[in-house]
Structures are given as structure tokens and as C-alpha cells.
């Protein structure tokens, strides 16, 4: 039978609820043990696919297609466990499975409520990611933080879950702050009781408390925080500030935390491996021999979370290829003001992330033909690659005015454009070409050489395509179509055959990269980088 984790944030949002527990699943993995991690949401979206960047972040996207919250990625990145549908379940998508139960009749007659109609639900849900993952820890992280209304649900279900289940087969932790005020030059632990004081009401006594701080506690504060949350002291866990967030695991472990897991679960085993970890993704991350500076035009890069997974995928290829990855981020929007010269002249690699939409699009071409004309490195990501493709139509094919059907319905020379599957589509959720596909990657060119395999299978976000229709006149000017999805014939990769990198795709390979494995394409970019910049 598996056991349970379940993990609540308090205090306040944005503490790294979803790395602490991908750095949980870590260190239980360390230990010789399956695990996976499960993300429930309090919104009422059935998911984040249809949400802005700046109210949501990333939409991480799953092997299955599952367009899912962007903590599935950093479980992904940290674990051997591998997000499905089942990871993610937000309000929206329980509400939606109990109420067209009650519309089939299935509940013959009855009142559906909260308690048990929807708790139930979130249980069954839990249950299922347990028995389809086939893993001996489950790890729930629950959104929000507690004392919202919207994650009352949620917190009931994992409270019933232990009288389910059984005392020793279900354990909380609560993620608190414990800020330092520095007039009083004192660390304060009221709020942290507060919160573990709100948990009980609902009736979860939390068993480990991991404590956000700037400052070391000490063994006064530990005490403190024991004696008024009930948690005993040695299950307390600081958790200070860190140079890298992949340092987090050993951090635990440091204090212990895996050991209390296992002994409060009665699993006995005695592997114990975080060395790899240490020696290959840690020590590397924080003493890098050489720097690189990489220019990153996007549209929502005030934000930290709008492209998450894209900005680790940098950090990894910097972790292989020894080097720090200074990321320049560039306003596609202000390079349509100044030109790209302003922005790109100081940079050894220019990245063009996806997106949506026609604002600052005209800014990502012009930085796309910089780094066309003047060889520098380039990567284009999706939306990256349409935008490079209506770029060297524009600029190097002659094509006056060339674009994707969703800036221009009526674009002269439509180079990207919706299949026509696609344009049936009414319902806007769900509905892009979603998830892990097969790409045929051409011998000869610059992607085999970095995959150094035929078949590769990357995840999928998108609406639109490359135009068939152009590839001769592209291939034509020099550019090579390296990558296809044999099925329906669909470009997936073109490169450059001049140029020192160039190589845009269609999928978002972000989504495969790992600390320890940095995607090849990811890879190869920061090497190149690395050899202009030298
Ligand atoms: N907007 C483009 C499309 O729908 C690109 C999407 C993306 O970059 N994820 O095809």
C-alpha cells in the first residue's frame, strides 16, 4: 500500500511549496523509493491552458498533453516520476466530474455536498495517481495557502485521508515563513503558530514544519516552535535562503528529513544516494568556470514564473557545459522601439521563448534577424521558430509581408497557418496540438548531430504550423528542415546551414531537460554560445 505526504503552505504565498516537495521526492528517491508528486489547485479553471502568463506563469505540459500547473515541472525535473493527467487536479475539474455524475443520475437522489461528494472525489483522485504510478510515497502538494476559503475542500479531504488510511500511512507537512524583522534584529515565530494554529482548526496537526528564513534558526527558536506547534523539535526544519534551488535536497537530508519520513512511514531500507546529485548538478551550479550571456526576448519577462521551465533548461545546459548562464531579459516590445543593436550587441546567444498573440512579435523578428545576420547563436522555441521562419521569409525569400495566420488573417504569404483540423476547433481549453510526439530527425544535420539519434519524442503547445507550401523556395535560401513529424508530414525543426547555430523548433524541449541531463538542442546552444563568446 502507498503512503501519503501531504504538503500545505502558511504565512504567505510563493514560499517554494512546489520545490520543497519535488526536493522531498528527491530525497526519499535517494533512499530507494518510488515516488510521485500530485498537485491539487484551489481555482475553479478546469486547468491553466487558458490562463495569462501573468496570472498563472508557465503552462507546464505533460508526456500525455495535460496542460498542467508549472510545479509538475519542477517535480519532473527533480524525480524520476513522470507527470500524467492524473498529477494535476484542480476545483474546477473535480466540481465538473461530480456534476455531470449528478446530471447522469448516479447519485440516485441524493443531495450532493462537499463533504463527502467532493472530498470524495479529490480522494479518489489521490488514490488513482497512487495506483497508476504504481509509487511507494505520494506526495500531495496542496495549493494556496491555509486559511483561504477555496483550499478548504482540499485540506478536509487530506484530513480524512489519515482516518482512510491509517495514522502511520499518511504524514503532513507544513511549509511556513519565519521572517526576520530587522529593526528589531529578531526572528518571529507568530506567524508560523498562527498558521499551524489554523490547521488544527481544521483538524490537521502537522508532524514536520519546513521554516522559510532568511536567518539560521537557533535552538531556542527550534524549541519555541516546537513547544507552541506541537511538532516535535528535531521535525522542525530550517530552510534558509539558497544560492541554488537544487541544493534544497541536501539541505533536508542535512537536517534529516528523510529519516524522519521513513521512520514515521516504517520503511526501512538503506540506500543512500545523493552524491551524483551533489557532485554533478550542485558543486556545478555554484562554481561555474566560465560565463556566458544569453539574450532572452519575450514578452512577459518581468515575470519570473511566465517561463520557467525555458529559464532552468539554461541553468542545465550552464550546469553541462560548465559555465553560468547570465539570462538577459529583453522586451520583444522595447526592441520594436530601439532596434535589436541596443539590446543584442553585448550577447553570445539570443533565445526566443513561445508565446501568444501579435504583441511583440515585430520586436522578436528583428532580434531573430540580428542574430541571423550577424551569427550569432540563436534558439527559437515555438512561437520562436514561427516568428524565425516569418523572419527569413520576409528577409531572405523575398516574401514581402509574410506571417502567421493568427497576426494576419489575410497575411499575403501565410507561412505559418492552422490546419485544418484546427480550424473547426470552437472550445478553446484542451484543444491545441497537446503533448509528446515523434520527431524524424534528419542525418546530416546540425539537430542529429546534437540528439545523435533518428527518433526523438518532444511535447507539443500549439495551435499553428508551418506552411508546406514554402518549404521548397525556404530550403531554397538555405534553410533546412531537419526535423518532421512523419505522421502528418508537419515541420518540427529547421535549421540554418550557414550560420554558426541556428535551429528553431516547433515543440518545447525546455520541458525535457533535467539538472543532471541537459537537453541536447539546450546543450549545443550554450556550447555555441560559449565558442563566440571566446
Ligand atoms: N501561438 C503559437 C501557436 O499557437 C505558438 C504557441 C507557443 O509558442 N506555445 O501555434
Not at 187 to 200: D, E, M, Y
Not at 229 to 245: F, L, M, R, T
Request: glycine residues 8%; hydrophobic residues 35%.
Amino acid at each position: 500500500m502507498a503512503k501519503y505526504i501531504f504538503i500545505t503552505g502558511g504565512v504567505i504565498s510563493s514560499l517554494g511549496k512546489g520545490i520543497a516537495s519535488a526536493s522531498i521526492g528527491k530525497i526519499l528517491e535517494s533512499r530507494g523509493i518510488k515516488v510521485t508528486l500530485m498537485k491539487l489547485d484551489p481555482y475553479i479553471n478546469v486547468d491553466p491552458g487558458t490562463m495569462n502568463p501573468y496570472q498563472h506563469g508557465e503552462v507546464y505540459v505533460t508526456e500525455d498533453g495535460a496542460e498542467t500547473d508549472l510545479d509538475l515541472g519542477h517535480y519532473e525535473r527533480f524525480t524520476n516520476a513522470e507527470m500524467t493527467k492524473f498529477n494535476n487536479a484542480t476545483t474546477g475539474q473535480v466540481y465538473n466530474a461530480v456534476i455531470s455524475r449528478e446530471r447522469r443520475g448516479d447519485y440516485l437522489g441524493k443531495t450532493i455536498q462537499v463533504i463527502p461528494h467532493i472530498t470524495n472525489e479529490i480522494k479518489d483522485r489521490i488514490k488513482k495517481v497512487a495506483s497508476v504510478s504504481l509509487a511507494q510515497v505520494v506526495i500531495i502538494e496542496i495549493g494556496g495557502t491555509v486559511g483561504d476559503i477555496e483550499s478548504l475542500p482540499f485540506l478536509e479531504a487530506a484530513r480524512q485521508f489519515r482516518l482512510d488510511m491509517g495514522y502511520e500511512n499518511v504524514l503532513y507537512i507544513h511549509l511556513t515563513l519565519v521572517p526576520y524583522i530587522k529593526v528589531a534584529g529578531e526572528i518571529k515565530t507568530k506567524p508560523t503558530q498562527h498558521s499551524v494554529g489554523t490547521l488544527r482548526e481544521i483538524g490537521i496537526q502537522p508532524d514536520v514544519l519546513i521554516c522559510r528564513t532568511e536567518k539560521s534558526l537557533s535552538d531556542e527558536v527550534k524549541e519555541k516552535i516546537s513547544l507552541f506547534c506541537n511538532i516535535k523539535k528535531e521535525a522542525v526544519i530550517e530552510a534558509k535562503d539558497v544560492d541554488s534551488i537544487y541544493e534544497i535536497p541536501l539541505v533536508f537530508k542535512g537536517q534529516g528529513l528523510d529519516k524522519i519520513l521513513l521512520r514515521h512511514f516504517k520503511i526501512t531500507c538503506n540506500v543512500f544516494d545523493l552524491k551524483e546529485w551533489k557532485k554533478n548538478v550542485v558543486d556545478r551550479a555554484l562554481n561555474p568556470k566560465h560565463k556566458v550571456k544569453i539574450a532572452f526576448v519575450g514578452k512577459y519577462i518581468g515575470l519570473q514564473d511566465a517561463y520557467k521551465s525555458v529559464y532552468e533548461a539554461l541553468i542545465h545546459s550552464g550546469i553541462a557545459n560548465d559555465s553560468k548562464v547570465e539570462i538577459k531579459r529583453v522586451d520583444s516590445e522595447e526592441i520594436e522601439k530601439f532596434g535589436p543593436q541596443e539590446f543584442l550587441k553585448d550577447v553570445s546567444g539570443v533565445l526566443v521563448p513561445g508565446g501568444f498573440g501579435y504583441r511583440g512579435i515585430e520586436g522578436k523578428i528583428a532580434a531573430i534577424r540580428y542574430a541571423r545576420e550577424n551569427d550569432i547563436p540563436f534558439l527559437g522555441l515555438c512561437l520562436g521558430m514561427q516568428c524565425a521562419i516569418i523572419e527569413f521569409s520576409r528577409n531572405a525569400c523575398g516574401l514581402k509581408n509574410a506571417n502567421s495566420t493568427e497576426f494576419n488573417k489575410k497575411a499575403p504569404y501565410p507561412v505559418i497557418s492552422l490546419l485544418e483540423e484546427q480550424k473547426k476547433i470552437k472550445d478553446m481549453g484542451g484543444t491545441m496540438r497537446l503533448g509528446s510526439c515523434v520527431c524524424k530527425v534528419k542525418k546530416g544535420t546540425k539537430a542529429r548531430a546534437l540528439y545523435k539519434k533518428g527518433l526523438v519524442y518532444e511535447r507539443h503547445r500549439h495551435r499553428y504550423e508551418f506552411n508546406n507550401k514554402y518549404k521548397k523556395l525556404l530550403e531554397k535560401k538555405g534553410m533546412a528542415f531537419s526535423g518532421i513529424y512523419p505522421k502528418n508530414n508537419l515541420v518540427e525543426i529547421v535549421e540554418l546551414k550557414n550560420h554558426t547555430f541556428f535551429i528553431a523548433v516547433q515543440f518545447h524541449p525546455e520541458f525535457k531537460s533535467k539538472p543532471d541531463k541537459a537537453h541536447p538542442l539546450f546543450e549545443g546552444f550554450i556550447r555555441a554560445a560559449l565558442k563566440i563568446r571566446n
